[in-house]
């Protein structure tokens, strides 16, 4: 089977559980015979491809101003519009919304490791610095927008805790 996978964080690159379970699954996943393309964020010093028998690690999602929130749609869409696959697999709504694009008839699994919108008014909520907080104000309803059209577009959505599953 064809397996892309797309993620917002890839370990070791990123340190983190999001991260690691990306790797780990997208790892077991081409142990067990599948071949498996994973889009992960670029980063410097690293190679863009690296490849690991049926594993191939696609190291192009970029990182600039732009939050991630806005950017890794359009890019995970980038990448993946010319590529085939059996399965597509996100990690984040972000990417999900992106693989979903490009690959409209493929179906969708997404991994849920938290709601990136709660997350969003947690950090508002906890940080004093002004510019911080306005740009968490204004990423919020996006991150709500994305998580709830990604987990509406997934064929399956993957929870790794109860408590997971019950953000859901």
Do not use: K
């Not at 694009?101 to 008014?121: D, I, M, N, Y």
């Not at 950090?123 to 927008?145: C, F, I, M, Y």
């Amino acid at each position: 089977m064809r397996i892309l996978v797309a993620t917002d964080h890839w370990s070791p690159d990123h340190r983190g559980g999001a991260a690691r379970v990306a790797a780990e699954t997208a790892s077991l996943l081409a142990r067990r015979g599948h071949d498996v393309d994973v889009i992960a964020p670029a980063v410097p010093g690293r190679p863009r491809l690296w490849r690991d028998d049926s594993l191939v690690v696609h190291r192009v999602l970029p990182r600039s101003v732009l939050p991630q929130t806005l950017s890794d749609p359009v890019q995970t869409y980038l990448a993946a519009r010319a590529r085939e696959a059996d399965l597509a697999v996100a990690h984040t709504s972000t990417t999900a919304i992106g693989l979903s694009l490009a690959l409209r008839r493929t179906p969708l699994a997404v991994v849920f490791h938290a709601s990136a919108a709660r997350e969003a008014a947690f950090e508002r909520s906890r940080t004093t610095r002004t510019q911080r907080r306005a740009a968490t104000a204004l990423l919020e309803p996006v991150l709500r927008l994305l998580e709830r059209s990604s987990l509406r577009r997934a064929e399956r959505v993957l929870v790794l805790s109860e408590f997971s599953r019950s953000l859901l």
